[in-house]
């Protein structure tokens, strides 16, 4: 059974940064792609970042590229979202997901078979 873990959020200042950690117990956690989401009430989950396997390649939501940095420690199983410069739009539940498929990195919610359960972080004044 696959199980992902994420933790890091709290509550925050505007401006202030935050790591979240998703850690993934499957042990080809190495051929996984991973990615992290985040949902606001009422709303669809939304795409922030992906990174393939080999760690390459990350990509950004528009909204938090060049303040966001997805990275991956294999040797840990665990995968990272640095959070710098936070804005009060940045306030979510952010989620962590995994795929084992072979295929193009995903922006889609479709596109990740595991989930993990959230972590909320708010940013305030």
């Known amino acids: 059974q696959v199980r992902l873990v994420e933790s890091g959020g709290g509550s925050v200042q505007i401006g202030d940064s935050l790591r979240l950690d998703c850690v993934i117990s499957?042990?080809?956690?190495?051929?996984?792609?991973m990615a992290w989401f985040r949902q606001t009430p009422g709303k669809d989950r939304e795409f922030v970042a992906n990174i393939n396997w080999r760690g390459e390649n990350p990509d950004y939501a528009d909204s938090v590229l060049g303040r966001f940095t997805i990275s991956r420690d294999i040797a840990k199983n665990t995968v990272y979202l640095q959070m710098n410069s936070l804005k009060r739009e940045d306030t979510a539940v952010y989620y962590c997901a995994g795929d084992a498929r072979p295929g193009l990195l995903s922006k889609s919610t479709d596109g990740y078979q595991y989930w993990g359960q959230g972590t909320q972080v708010t940013v305030s004044s």
């Open positions: 499957a042990s080809t956690f190495g051929t996984y792609s």
